[in-house]
């Protein structure tokens, strides 16, 4: 589909690099402080579900990382096959291992499993790729492309947030030229990221509006190609991954959270950017990975609801400290006028007669 094959031109139309200054490229590392968050989490025993053109299994720098997914078309294992290569960049911005001293790309997750899941230009089949997704295990699932509506392919993202799966999906790439709206990042479900640069400015070509949930470093984004090459790329489908990647790692290091917990981290936790608050450019924000993983877990005995019989009798309010009058000594005096007013009402009401 063509939305699709622009966001794949966007992200992977640069000259390839070489493997020995990958590492050196990955310049969103030090502001997002990647590496002192790998030391919280990697990402262990999470299912990151890449919906996308394949994953070419065999990089050197997703060495064990790729499950076998699913080509929902044919309802067979994906295979290695990646003939554009959008995915196996998605893949390895999520959870690359890199490999040898230092080379090729490490992902912000490089614990997480990738579980790759073809097509994704078609409604109705990304749509069956996300349940299929759901059902087998996926905690995160990365949407970076753009599909028409459907009621289908609607149902489909509810049922797999209702089967706390965290959906994360692009904002998409026309911000400059018409500012199209692209599903499924329009939907509520879905946490939709868009692209800032290395100023942490909005990029042009990300697109804004209320659908938009977080930005995330998109440009100039080093990622695996296949056939063991290398691509440095731009556009929202790189944020993504990253924050995908940041998904993956919360929800490894909390397993307990909730899919809606694990989003409300990383938006809460957002540095916040352009107008004051959240806005239709930035929407919470911009991405703090270790702020995320570092925050406080909320604590459920704050909203939890009062526990049935009455009310705790709060301890009394001690004496001012300028030597006024307690309040219970008001409260006392108070007591005692209405007896002394009472007894005088009942002294002077006149006696009836004896019959």
């Not at 009062?306 to 008001?330: N, Q, S, T, Y």
């Amino acid at each position: 589909m063509a939305v699709l094959a622009a966001v794949a031109v966007v992200f992977g139309s640069v000259v390839p690099a070489r493997a020995d200054s990958v590492r050196d490229k990955q310049w969103f590392w030090a502001p997002l402080r990647v590496e002192q968050a790998q030391r919280l989490s990697k990402g262990a025993g999470v299912v990151v579900a890449v919906l996308d053109t394949g994953v070419d299994a065999g990089h050197q720098d997703l060495d064990g990382a790729v499950l076998p997914g699913r080509q929902v078309v044919r309802d067979k294992p994906a295979g290695d096959l990646d003939t554009v290569g959008h995915g196996t960049g998605m893949a390895g911005v999520i959870a690359g291992r890199g490999h040898g001293a230092g080379r090729g790309v490490l992902g912000i997750a490089p614990q997480a499993k990738i579980m790759p899941i073809t097509p994704a230009n078609d409604t109705f089949f990304v749509a069956k790729g996300i349940r299929w997704a759901a059902d087998h295990g996926a905690k995160v699932i990365n949407l970076a492309f753009g599909v028409a509506d459907g009621e289908g392919l609607r149902a489909a993202v509810s049922a797999a947030a209702a089967a706390d799966v965290v959906l994360v999906s692009t904002a998409g790439n026309t911000g400059d030229k018409g500012n199209e709206m692209e599903y499924p990042g329009a939907y509520p479900e879905v946490l939709t990221v868009g692209a800032v640069d290395r100023k942490n400015k909005v990029a042009g070509f990300s697109n804004h509006g209320p659908h938009v949930d977080l930005v995330a470093p998109g440009v100039d984004i080093p990622a695996p190609a296949p056939d063991n090459k290398y691509v440095t790329g731009t556009g929202t489908s790189g944020a993504a991954a990253i924050v995908a990647g940041a998904a993956a790692l919360i929800r490894a290091k909390y397993p307990e959270l909730s899919a809606t917990e694990v989003v409300q981290r990383l938006t809460s936790t957002a540095v916040d950017r352009g107008d004051p608050g959240r806005d239709d450019y930035y929407g919470a924000g911009q991405l703090d990975l270790l702020a995320a993983l570092e925050a406080a877990p909320a604590d459920p005995a704050a909203s939890a609801p009062a526990p049935d019989g009455p009310a705790a009798v709060p301890d009394a309010a001690p004496a001012d400290e300028d030597g006024g009058i307690p309040p219970l000594l008001f409260v006392g005096a108070g007591i005692m006028l209405l007896l002394v007013i009472g007894a005088a009402i009942l002294i002077a009401r006149p006696r009836r007669a004896g019959g």
